[in-house]
């Protein structure tokens, strides 16, 4: 009866042992993003153009490159074409993933209109195993400027 009950008793730790580590791997359903937020600080409207992957370039031993590009995926994004409004935020859930060697896992160069102009505001946004980064410059215009530093962007007057 002894060997019954010792036997129940390391089934049922190895069993939680079991459930634990895979709630451990599994983790929260938005687990696998980073939200990068922009907010429109300014007084004007920007137009969503597009999202555009983020050029890179592999070299051999003999200095020759050939331009790839990281990998983008979202979790979540706004529309091409949607408008954030002045005060408004968008939320970018740009996709990251553990890489043992480092290097950016995803990234992301987003396109924006400032609205009633011919310019346009560029954030890139990059994710790392354990961290972000993130950059931007407002081409055509020097009346706005825009901020970034890890997942919080600005766009201000």
Same mark, same amino acid.
């Given at each position: 009866? %002894?060997?019954?009950?010792?036997?129940?008793?390391?089934?049922?730790?190895?069993?939680? +042992?079991?459930?634990?580590?895979? /709630?451990?791997?599994?983790?929260?359903?938005?687990?696998?993003?980073?939200?990068?937020?922009?907010?429109?600080?300014?007084?004007?409207?920007?137009?969503?153009? #597009?999202?555009?992957?983020?050029? =890179?370039? $592999?070299?051999?031993?003999?200095?020759? +490159?050939?331009?790839?590009?990281?990998?983008? &995926?979202? &979790?979540?994004?706004?529309?091409?074409?949607?408008?954030?409004?002045?005060?408004? =935020?968008?939320?970018?859930?740009?996709?990251?993933?553990?890489?043992?060697?480092?290097? $950016?896992?995803?990234?992301?160069?987003?396109?924006?209109?400032?609205?009633? =102009? &011919?310019? /346009?505001?560029?954030?890139?946004? &990059?994710?790392?195993? =354990?961290? %972000? #980064?993130?950059? +931007?410059?407002?081409?055509?215009?020097?009346?706005?400027?825009?901020?970034?530093?890890?997942?919080?962007?600005?766009?201000?007057?």
């Amino acid at each position: 009866m %002894n060997a019954v009950k010792s036997r129940r008793g390391l089934i049922a730790i190895v069993l939680g +042992c079991v459930l634990a580590a895979s /709630m451990l791997v599994a983790g929260p359903a938005s687990a696998a993003s980073r939200g990068f937020k922009l907010q429109n600080k300014s007084s004007v409207e920007l137009k969503l153009v #597009e999202a555009k992957s983020v050029p =890179t370039y $592999v070299c051999n031993s003999t200095v020759h +490159c050939v331009a790839t590009h990281y990998p983008m &995926e979202f &979790e979540g994004r706004p529309g091409d074409g949607s408008v954030l409004k002045p005060g408004g =935020t968008d939320t970018w859930e740009l996709k990251y993933k553990f890489n043992l060697f480092g290097g $950016v896992g995803y990234a992301a160069n987003l396109w924006y209109k400032i609205v009633g =102009t &011919e310019d /346009m505001v560029n954030y890139q946004i &990059e994710t790392y195993s =354990t961290s %972000n #980064e993130s950059s +931007c410059k407002v081409i055509g215009t020097k009346k706005y400027t825009c901020v970034a530093g890890d997942t919080d962007l600005e766009f201000k007057n």
